[in-house]
């Protein structure tokens, strides 16, 4: 009998339904563009109000993806340690990976009176953080989306994770 060598779960079921959000995602922020296309009363301060929360689910799309695929390689609740496997943007040392699992939990709870220790030193690092009200032209998810994507494309940082996907495989 051959034994074989592949891991079940190196097959990413994940993926499908990844891809089919991020569709829908782009999908909204596409019919928004064309809102402030027609000009009138809806101008950039509406649009960025209305797409931010949409950005912010993409980071939490994501993060399930990040998370579940940590789980599914190395069987684990302590993901933390794993996000250190892909590279940093330049100019940072926080990976890739650390930082829009930090936006997505910051996108879960910006409402709250605080976020957590953990996720306001990740956004100091990238200095994306600030205390209170601000611009909405100055929020995290849209300074952290431009670090990851300068076209703010979450299709292409969903696909960089998907190749950190793979990258988690080739590791011990």
């Known amino acids: 009998?051959?034994?074989?060598k592949t891991h079940w779960r190196i097959?990413?079921?994940?993926?499908?339904?990844?891809?089919?959000?991020?569709?829908?995602?782009h999908h909204s922020i596409s019919e928004l563009e064309k809102q402030v296309k027609l000009g009138g009363w809806y101008d950039g301060d509406w649009f960025l109000e209305e797409i931010e929360p949409i950005?912010?689910?993409g980071f939490i799309a994501l993060q399930?993806?990040?998370n579940g695929s940590i789980k599914d390689r190395y069987n684990t609740?302590?993901?933390?340690?794993?996000?250190?496997?892909?590279?940093?943007?330049?100019?940072?040392?926080?990976?890739?990976?650390?930082l829009i699992v930090t936006l997505a939990n910051y996108a879960k709870h910006?409402?709250?009176?605080?976020?957590?220790?953990?996720?306001?030193?990740?956004?100091?690092?990238?200095?994306?953080?600030?205390?209170?009200?601000?611009p909405i032209e100055e929020s995290p998810i849209f300074k952290g989306?431009?670090?990851?994507?300068?076209?703010?494309d979450l299709k292409e940082v969903m696909q960089?994770?998907?190749?950190?996907r793979a990258l988690i495989w080739k590791l011990p």
């Open 77 to 98: 609740d302590d993901t933390w340690r794993f996000y250190h496997t892909s590279s940093a943007p330049k100019g940072f040392s926080i990976p890739t990976v650390e």
């Open 55 to 57: 950005y912010g689910l």
């Open 1 to 4: 009998m051959t034994e074989l």
């Open 160 to 164: 960089n994770v998907i190749n950190w």
């Open 145 to 152: 989306i431009e670090l990851l994507s300068p076209t703010w």
């Open 110 to 134: 910006m409402e709250d009176s605080k976020v957590t220790k953990r996720t306001s030193d990740c956004l100091k690092h990238f200095e994306l953080y600030s205390e209170g009200p601000m």
């Open 64 to 66: 399930h993806y990040i």
């Open 11 to 25: 097959v990413d079921y994940r993926v499908k339904s990844l891809f089919v959000v991020m569709e829908g995602l």
